[in-house]
């Protein structure tokens, strides 16, 4: 008898919802090109069809909802001159992060492990966002020689108290009560409540019940007494500003000498172009639509796929696994302003969007 492969996403209705099941937990549920091919079709029929009054998105396993793009791929691609594939993962990822924020019912992201990169940008753009107790997520991608993409350009400077500004440029790791005190997340529930949330919310009736019946109040945030002074750290107009800042507050002494002077330490070890362009990102995002956002950032990618920093942090993280990446430029003293800019200027194959619900 023949052994089918696990479906990579499980795509079906349940009661009155479309359900989309992440089905990879041994890859932490990483995003590919195959995946994002099945989800969106899926997502068009069941926005046209009056049977399916929600979607709820969902990941199997306990460690991940989703932990990102499947970068390595993506590497191995542009390694082998294959560029323009890469960018077909991206092009298509970005149409479906703006699908899932244009999407004319209820779109219920129940994510209950690690959710980075990609993960976010299935989850970050619909309504309603439930955080479970295994909940922990962060933007990387500037560790990586990347940026904070798939819509973080909309997101993250939205976020209040500069905490998106910190998230994009740090990679910092958060949990559950961080992500409902900033936004991230609008709601938390224990793990154990998950499957009966999902009954509920399968079974019909008002989804902003159904969510409440089966959430709890989190715990109190662990950046709740550092607030104010990321807060007005991160608030700073610009990435020198900021460094400045961080490295006065460490030398100054106080409750947060140890947490400034580290944050600035561990800043200056990451792409000096792509926390450039992160910066940029915080600076424009607020003016963009979600759909400007991921139409800028798909500029962006298309010259950082054709660059140096996102092979080489791939290289240092994923492949050698060395945390010795070579950056070009090296500092962010050498980096051109200018070549910066550049990155969001408009390209021949510009990313060509879908008509919500179309």
Same mark, same amino acid.
């Given at each position: 008898?023949?052994?089918?492969?696990?479906?990579?996403?499980?795509?079906?209705?349940?009661?009155?919802?479309?359900?989309?099941?992440?089905?990879?937990?041994?890859?932490?549920?990483?995003?590919?090109?195959?995946?994002?091919?099945?989800?969106?079709?899926?997502?068009?029929?069941?926005?046209?069809?009056?049977?399916?009054?929600?979607?709820?998105?969902?990941?199997?396993?306990?460690?991940?909802?989703?932990?990102?793009?499947?970068?390595?791929?993506?590497?191995?691609?542009?390694?082998?001159?294959?560029?323009?594939?890469?960018?077909?993962?991206?092009?298509?990822?970005?149409?479906?992060?703006?699908?899932?924020?244009?999407?004319?019912?209820?779109?219920?992201?129940?994510?209950?492990?690690?959710?980075?990169?990609?993960?976010?940008?299935?989850?970050?753009?619909?309504?309603?966002?439930?955080?479970?107790?295994?909940?922990?997520?962060?933007?990387?991608?500037?560790?990586?020689?990347?940026?904070?993409?798939?819509?973080?350009?909309?997101?993250?400077?939205?976020?209040?108290?500069?905490?998106?500004?910190?998230?994009?440029?740090?990679?910092?790791?958060?949990?559950?009560?961080?992500?409902?005190?900033?936004?991230?997340?609008?709601?938390?529930?224990?793990?154990?409540?998950?499957?009966? #949330?999902? $009954?509920? @919310?399968? +079974?019909?009736?008002? *989804?902003?019940?159904?969510? &409440? %019946?089966?959430?709890?109040?989190?715990?109190?945030?662990?950046?709740?007494?550092?607030?104010?002074?990321?807060?007005?750290?991160?608030?700073?107009?610009?990435?020198?500003?900021?460094?400045?800042?961080?490295?006065?507050?460490?030398?100054?002494?106080?409750?947060?000498?140890?947490?400034?002077?580290?944050?600035?330490?561990?800043?200056?070890?990451?792409?000096?172009?792509?926390?450039?362009?992160?910066?940029?990102?915080?600076?424009?995002?607020?003016?963009?639509? #979600?759909? $400007?956002? @991921?139409? +800028?950032?798909?500029? *962006?990618?298309?010259?950082? &796929? %054709?660059?140096?920093?996102?092979?080489?942090?791939?290289?240092?993280?994923?492949?050698?696994?060395?945390?010795?990446?070579?950056?070009?430029?090296?500092?962010?003293?050498?980096?051109?302003?200018?070549?910066?800019?550049?990155?969001?200027?408009?390209?021949?194959?510009?990313?060509?969007?879908?008509?919500?619900?179309?």
């Amino acid at each position: 008898m023949e052994i089918r492969p696990e479906p990579e996403v499980i795509l079906e209705r349940k009661g009155e919802a479309g359900v989309i099941t992440l089905n990879r937990p041994k890859a932490l549920n990483a995003l590919n090109l195959a995946m994002v091919r099945e989800i969106l079709p899926r997502l068009r029929e069941w926005a046209n069809d009056p049977a399916v009054t929600r979607v709820i998105i969902k990941a199997t396993g306990e460690k991940a909802f989703c932990a990102g793009g499947d970068v390595r791929t993506l590497y191995d691609l542009g390694r082998a001159g294959h560029t323009a594939e890469a960018l077909d993962f991206w092009r298509e990822e970005y149409v479906l992060n703006h699908y899932i924020g244009t999407f004319p019912k209820p779109y219920v992201s129940l994510i209950d492990g690690i959710c980075m990169g990609g993960g976010f940008g299935l989850s970050a753009h619909g309504p309603h966002r439930v955080a479970g107790e295994r909940y922990l997520f962060a933007m990387p991608e500037v560790n990586i020689g990347l940026f904070p993409d798939v819509g973080g350009t909309h997101v993250l400077p939205r976020l209040p108290g500069a905490f998106g500004v910190f998230l994009a440029l740090t990679g910092t790791r958060i949990r559950a009560p961080e992500a409902c005190a900033c936004g991230l997340a609008t709601a938390f529930a224990p793990s154990a409540a998950f499957p009966a #949330l999902e $009954e509920a @919310l399968c +079974a019909g009736g008002d *989804v902003d019940a159904a969510i &409440a %019946a089966h959430t709890t109040a989190p715990a109190p945030s662990a950046f709740a007494d550092r607030a104010e002074i990321i807060a007005d750290l991160f608030s700073r107009g610009s990435l020198e500003a900021i460094l400045a800042a961080l490295e006065a507050a460490g030398a100054a002494g106080g409750p947060f000498a140890d947490f400034a002077a580290a944050t600035a330490k561990d800043m200056r070890t990451k792409s000096p172009t792509s926390l450039s362009i992160a910066m940029e990102q915080m600076r424009r995002g607020p003016a963009l639509d #979600l759909g $400007e956002c @991921l139409q +800028a950032e798909f500029r *962006v990618v298309t010259r950082v &796929a %054709a660059g140096h920093d996102f092979y080489e942090g791939v290289r240092a993280v994923l492949v050698d696994r060395d945390n010795a990446p070579r950056w070009k430029p090296e500092t962010l003293a050498q980096v051109d302003p200018a070549a910066i800019a550049a990155h969001f200027d408009p390209i021949p194959d510009e990313l060509e969007l879908l008509a919500p619900g179309a």
